[in-house]
């Protein structure tokens, strides 16, 4: 009974993550047409990215202060609101702000701080499930699999609906689709209004404070497999389009469809294949045979002479790296238990680190070799070759991860 209880929340947990896709994903589809409508240039248009990540890994280090003292439900149902703000003000600040640009700014601005706190808040409300499985470890596995998979399903189907409608409706009258989709956190924040959320730490106990974590090998070796885990990731995805024009010369909106669309399906198939056979399946085996994928796709992007196999390589890379961002949160919760939500918060902002830093650095090697991005590439394939050093460690110390030493 409680378990079914508990569904509810982890289904509400699910779309919490299509609402992050929501925001991470559909603002830069107008980015072409921002730039023609309100004459914002290209220089501006690529600072909205950075802004946006930038305000989210800030928020990522700021929630350690507050989530726990304000709770996980009031900060679910802020994180909602948020997000929807985020999204409605974009169609209505850049209109009555001096200037166009400050007013989308300032809209991407309100809803990167609704998906900071869901990239802190969803992964532990998640994991406190309780679980009537005899097997509860290999279930929260499975469901943290699971529930990753929801972002990259909500990332294909912002990329898909948002294609469509921009083709039947046009793309001038965007602001009713960014309506449409802001209509999806303010259904989900009342339904964090009612769902039981589990507490994270026992009764009694209290999570892991800053200084205590900073204290354990552990944290510092999963904190860097986070930074791999979400630089081995972006560091392809980022890039997959332009593979795709470049390689293929092919247009944008089929670069898109081809790339990162492609990559974004695949991995979350790899999430969605664990969460439904991870009962039979060892993670860190798993995770080992997905770095070893990783690395022969990088090798692949970089050194195969022929567009078509490139563009099938960042297909495969994202089948690769769809365990490594919940595989790491997973080994995170059997290692270190009372880590609570400085230890979510602060591998959420490692997460977000490497989602900056990869493709920074594989563009920074490109544009020094006259960019070439296959060469950019090559050069990151340091993040999943140090994402498997990772597991293998953290498989050959078990004893001495459980007890935090």
Request: with cysteine; glycine share 16%.
């Given at each position: 009974m409680k378990e079914n209880r508990y569904d509810r929340t982890i289904t509400a947990c699910f779309v919490g993550y299509i609402v992050q896709a929501v925001v991470n994903n559909f603002t830069p589809l107008l980015f072409l047409f921002f730039q023609r409508s309100y004459g914002i240039p290209l220089s501006q248009i690529t600072l909205l990215v950075t802004f946006n990540f930038g305000v989210q890994l800030l928020v990522d280090l700021l929630s350690v202060g507050f989530v726990d003292k304000i709770g996980y439900r009031a900060s679910l149902v802020m994180a909602h609101v948020l997000s929807a703000a985020g999204l409605i003000l974009l169609t209505v600040l850049p209109e009555i702000m001096p200037s166009a640009f400050a007013g989308i700014l300032a809209a991407v601005m309100i809803y990167a701080v609704g998906g900071g706190l869901l990239e802190v808040l969803v992964s532990p409300v998640v994991e406190a499930c309780p679980s009537d499985s005899m097997e509860e470890r290999k279930s929260k596995e499975k469901a943290m699999s699971m529930l990753h998979s929801f972002y990259c399903w909500g990332h294909a189907g912002v990329v898909l609906v948002s294609t469509l409608f921009f083709y039947v409706a046009g793309i001038e009258n965007w602001k009713i689709l960014a309506v449409v989709w802001a209509l999806i956190p303010i259904g989900n924040a009342f339904a964090f209004a009612k769902v039981p959320i589990a507490p994270l730490i026992e009764d009694g106990e209290s999570g892991l404070q800053l200084k205590e974590l900073f204290g354990i090998r552990v944290f510092w070796v999963l904190l860097v497999m986070m930074i791999c885990a979400g630089a081995s990731e972006q560091a392809v995805s980022q890039w997959a389009s332009?593979?795709?024009?470049?390689?293929?010369?092919?247009?944008?909106?089929?670069?898109?469809?081809?790339?990162?669309?492609?990559?974004?399906?695949?991995?979350?198939?790899?999430?969605?294949?664990?969460?439904?056979?991870?009962?039979?399946?060892?993670?860190?085996?798993?995770?080992?045979?997905?770095?070893?994928?990783?690395?022969?796709?990088?090798?692949?992007?970089?050194?195969?002479?022929?567009?078509?196999?490139?563009?099938?390589?960042?297909?495969?890379?994202?089948?690769?790296?769809?365990?490594?961002?919940?595989?790491?949160?997973?080994?995170?919760?059997?290692?270190?238990?009372?880590?609570?939500?400085?230890?979510?918060?602060?591998?959420?902002?490692?997460?977000?680190?490497?989602?900056?830093?990869?493709?920074?650095?594989?563009?920074?090697?490109?544009?020094?070799?006259?960019?070439?991005?296959?060469?950019?590439?090559?050069?990151?394939?340091?993040?999943?070759?140090?994402?498997?050093?990772?597991?293998?460690?953290?498989?050959?110390?078990?004893?001495?991860?459980?007890?935090?030493?």
């Open positions: 332009t593979f795709a024009e470049k390689g293929l010369g092919i247009s944008k909106t089929a670069g898109d469809l081809a790339g990162p669309l492609a990559f974004a399906i695949l991995m979350g198939t790899s999430r969605l294949f664990y969460g439904r056979y991870g009962d039979r399946i060892d993670l860190e085996r798993f995770m080992v045979y997905s770095c070893c994928l990783c690395i022969l796709s990088y090798l692949g992007i970089s050194l195969i002479p022929v567009p078509q196999f490139c563009l099938i390589a960042c297909a495969v890379c994202g089948l690769s790296v769809g365990i490594m961002w919940p595989g790491t949160f997973s080994k995170a919760s059997a290692s270190l238990p009372k880590g609570g939500t400085a230890m979510f918060a602060l591998l959420a902002l490692g997460g977000d680190i490497g989602c900056s830093g990869g493709p920074t650095l594989v563009g920074m090697v490109s544009g020094a070799l006259g960019d070439d991005l296959k060469m950019g590439v090559l050069v990151g394939i340091i993040f999943p070759v140090v994402l498997l050093a990772g597991v293998i460690f953290c498989g050959r110390t078990k004893e001495t991860f459980c007890e935090g030493k």
